[in-house]
């Protein structure tokens, strides 16, 4: 699976981003994506994630309610819409997937086998 995350900018507090991630492979529709962000100097954290067939999401406690994971299977796209976007938001968000051998969805990027190259989100205050 190649991943390709867009969408990324510079919005202000308050304001709602949607972020793109783009798959290519045929085990897109049998593998749990997920998404991570990793602001400067503080180790990548996990966002939330799909479970393979896309039916439920699962998210970072401190994110619920912010934050919703999709995904459309016809274009291979997977989609994080936040919003009430806050300043400590701010990080490079990256899209994830776990092999297809693996069901669970997981917290931990060790986890996942392919990634994204990462779009910036910056707010303001």
């Known amino acids: 699976v190649q991943l390709q995350a867009s969408g990324g900018g510079v919005v202000q507090a308050g304001d709602s981003l949607r972020l793109s991630c783009a798959a290519s492979?045929?085990?897109?529709?049998?593998?749990?994506m997920g998404w991570f962000r990793q602001a400067p100097g503080k180790e990548r954290e996990f966002v939330g994630a799909?479970?393979?067939?896309?039916?439920?999401?699962f998210y970072q406690d401190s994110l619920k309610g912010r934050v919703t994971i999709s995904r459309d299977i016809a274009k291979n796209t997977m989609f994080l819409q936040m919003k009430m976007l806050k300043p400590e938001d701010t990080a490079i968000y990256y899209c994830?997937?776990?092999?297809?051998?693996?069901?669970?969805?997981?917290?931990?990027?060790?986890?996942?086998?392919?990634w994204g190259q990462g779009t910036q989100v910056t707010v303001s205050s």
């Open positions: 492979g045929s085990s897109f529709s049998s593998s749990v």
């Open positions: 799909l479970n393979r067939n896309g039916s439920k999401a």
């Open positions: 994830a997937a776990r092999s297809a051998h693996y069901g669970l969805i997981r917290k931990t990027p060790a986890d996942y086998a392919y």
